[in-house]
């Protein structure tokens, strides 16, 4: 039998898909030449025999699977994905600590003991505690894990906040909107989506609220279902703020709070919210913690013996 069947390229940014100048859907027409497939915006419209338009749908998915998790697609990534026994290949790339492929395929692997415990411990809880000095791939690692989650449709959206507190400094008055005055606070959440979602598709998601990125202060009186949420920074929330925030959970959602005990910016009377909950919560079995060190930094060599330095002076100082 004969019939139209529409297919939608969809979250996938067309372009993406059918390839400048639609190099890649030429292409991909070349293999199917008994059917007849046209496009109009992200829709493609197929018409031929049933079983062959079944075998091109089929087809179609795999290369967009591929499309999603490397964030490209060639005319080559065609002929090998039709070609041969796609659905294999593609699996066969998946390596055990590659988290997800950020932009032009790029691998986001947890490459270190303790980033593959944070790994492992979000598959476990559903909300976790990752703790440690700076350099150690804490944001890092958990926005790349709201991505995958995203991407794997796990979740419907993803919600990153954070304290709005000064490190030490005096910013004064900020120019701009109310967005351009909490951006600067917000940036390492910036740097790493920006590294895993091709431009476009990473300010259409932030438009349209796919992606959250707020300060904490916007989190009270919510309910956040259905989504991977990260509070970063989070020794520098108050022990009244995190314990907000955590009661913020939905029924099917994910949390990951991070922070580094050794750069509070708090007011040296206040006690970090972080400390109180780690203290507070260590009873709770369903709550992971997770613990990285100097052994975890993946930023230049000097920043690991910078740490050292700094804890072996504020234990002599202690003492």
Do not use: C, W
Not at 40 to 51: A, F, V
Not at 70 to 87: A, K, T
Not at 144 to 156: D, H, I, M, R, Y
Not at 271 to 286: C, M, N, P, Q, R
């Amino acid at each position: 039998m004969k019939g139209v069947r529409k297919i939608l390229i969809n979250p996938t940014n067309p372009v993406d898909f059918f390839g400048v100048n639609n190099s890649n859907l030429k292409h991909l027409r070349t293999f199917f030449p008994k059917l007849k497939i046209t496009s109009r915006g992200n829709t493609l419209s197929i018409s031929g025999d049933d079983e062959v338009v079944d075998v091109f749908e089929q087809k179609v998915n795999l290369l967009l699977k591929h499309l999603n998790r490397y964030n490209s697609l060639s005319e080559n990534n065609i002929d090998n994905l039709l070609l041969e026994d796609g659905e294999s290949l593609l699996n066969s790339t998946k390596s055990s600590d590659v988290i997800l492929f950020g932009n032009g395929g790029t691998k986001i692997r947890a490459r270190t003991v303790n980033q593959k415990k944070l790994v492992k411990a979000i598959s476990t809880y559903d909300m976790v505690f990752a703790v440690g000095p700076a350099g150690t791939g804490k944001t890092y690692t958990a926005v790349a894990l709201a991505v995958k989650a995203l991407k794997e449709k796990q979740v419907k959206r993803i919600v990153l906040t954070r304290p709005a507190v000064e490190a030490g400094e005096n910013l004064g008055f900020l120019p701009g909107d109310f967005k351009e005055k909490l951006d600067p606070y917000l940036m390492p959440l910036y740097d790493a989506l920006r590294e895993m979602i091709p431009a476009e598709k990473l300010a259409e998601m932030l438009e349209y609220g796919v992606i959250e990125i707020a300060p904490l202060a916007f989190m009270r009186g919510r309910t956040l279902d259905k989504a991977f949420v990260i509070l970063d920074e989070g020794q520098n929330s108050t022990a009244m703020q995190m314990k907000m925030f955590l009661t913020r959970m939905g029924t099917t959602a994910k949390f990951i709070i991070t922070g580094d005990m050794s750069q509070i910016d708090l007011p040296s009377r206040q006690k970090s919210g972080l400390a109180y909950a780690l203290d507070t919560l260590k009873a709770v079995k369903e709550i992971g913690v997770v613990r990285l060190g100097q052994s975890d930094v993946v930023r230049n060599k000097l920043v690991t013996k910078i740490i050292e330095a700094y804890d072996k002076y504020d234990s002599k100082n202690k003492k």
